[in-house]
Nanobody
């Protein structure tokens, strides 16, 4: 089954940090760009960040630029999203998705344009609140 499992979410105070993980089991992420997406209550799912298959290029939504950092460890079949200086507006369910390397990170800003090879999972909930 082509699946990715998100983890690392939780409750954190504004200004705090959290690191999310996106892991694959039974298949390799070596040939895929990985994007992080989030969906807040009442809002459409949006692209947050993306990293190319070799990790040579990274992209960020303006809303998280300078605060979030995406990285990957292909040997562990895992992609990470380090989130610092968290704000209440970062509260959302976070999802990850894989796109074939030939596409790079094209379309990551819109989940409908991101050609995910995996089925969207349950995601991991991030709540930023006092």
């Amino acid at each position: 089954q082509v699946q990715l499992v998100e983890s690392g979410g939780g409750l954190v105070q504004p200004g705090g940090s959290l690191r999310l993980s996106c892991a694959a089991s039974g298949w390799t992420l070596d040939y895929y760009a990985i994007g992080w997406f989030r969906q807040a209550p009442g809002k459409e799912r949006e692209g947050v960040s993306c990293i190319t298959h070799y990790g040579d290029n990274t992209y960020y939504a303006d809303s998280v630029k300078g605060r979030f950092t995406i990285s990957r460890d292909n040997a562990k079949n895992t992609v990470y999203l380090q989130m610092n200086s968290l704000k209440p507006e970062d509260t959302a369910v976070y999802y990850c998705a894989a796109q074939r390397k030939t596409y790079g990170c094209s379309g990551y800003t819109s989940y409908t344009e991101f050609n995910a090879v995996n089925n969207w999972g349950k995601g991991t909930l991030v709540t930023v609140s006092s």
